[in-house]
Antibody, heavy 122, light 110 residues
Framework: QITLKESGPTLVKPTQTLTLTCAFS??????????VGWFRQPPGRALEWLAL???????RYSPSLKSRLTITKDTSKNRVVLTLANMDPVDTATYFC??????????????WGQGTLVTVSS | QSALTQPASVSGSPGQSITISCTGT?????????VSWYQQYPGKAPKLVIY???KRPSGVSNRFSGSKSGNTASLTISGLQAEDEADYYC??????????FGGGTAVTVL
């Protein structure tokens, strides 16, 4: 059974860097074809893809946020970390992580975490 | 990389069929057979209902079907049920390892 869970601060100040952790179980990022993606959803608005890291440490970022995003993985601890620099109130959103399994379902995300709400305010 | 275009809302009566469109460009929907659709209830995480344009994950009702023509993908829900009332998002692979979502469609069961 695949599960993912996001954790991190609920409140950050403008200009600070947000660090979020996605802890997962039921799969390994040592396995070929696996990946973990990050997404966000501002209150009442649409989903937005942010970043993706693959089993081979290939990393991909949203072009509009690439300069502010960093994604890393800790394979031994089954965790993926996302950082978003220079936070602004417009970054207030629920942040989700999700599982990617290329051999089974190419370029789609089949298991999702519950999400964590991050508010940016001074 | 612009968001895919979806209608803001679609409604139908129980038992009817509805179709949600998702219009992109030749750089995303039109170039790849990697459109996925997600169902989301308020306050909940998205759930994958269609992947690779027309495939259903295990456990997803066969009332959900997907298709594509040119730069537009579509999700059809047949035999509409009250439990189908939710938001639906399309997502397309956009090349170079990137993804783009649609603006979402609220489905209402009348």
């Amino acid at each position: 059974q695949i599960t993912l869970k996001e954790s991190g601060p609920t409140l950050v100040k403008p200009t600070q860097t947000l660090t979020l952790t996605c802890a997962f179980s039921g799969f390994s990022l040592r396995t070929s074809g696996m990946g973990v993606g990050w997404f966000r959803q501002p209150p009442g608005r649409a989903l937005e893809w942010l970043a993706l890291i693959y089993w081979d440490d290939d990393k991909r970022y949203s072009p509009s946020l690439k300069s502010r995003l960093t994604i890393t993985k800790d394979t031994s601890k089954n965790r993926v970390v996302l950082t978003l620099a220079n936070m602004d109130p417009v970054d207030t959103a629920t942040y989700f992580c999700a599982h990617l399994d290329m051999p089974t379902a190419e370029y789609s995300f089949d298991f999702w975490g519950q999400g964590t709400l991050v508010t940016v305010s001074s | 990389q612009s968001a895919l275009t979806q209608p803001a809302s679609v409604s139908g009566s129980p038992g009817q069929s509805i179709t949600i469109s998702c219009t992109g460009t030749s750089s995303d929907v039109g170039s790849y057979d990697f459109v996925s659709w997600y169902q989301q209830y308020p306050g909940k995480a998205p759930k994958l209902v269609i992947y690779e344009g027309s495939k259903r994950p295990s456990g997803v009702s066969n009332r959900f079907s997907g298709s594509k023509s040119g730069n537009t993908a579509s999700l059809t829900i047949s035999g509409l049920q009250a439990e189908d009332e939710a938001d639906y998002y399309c997502c397309s692979y956009a090349g170079s390892g990137t993804f783009v979502f649609g603006g979402g469609t609220a489905v209402t069961v009348l």
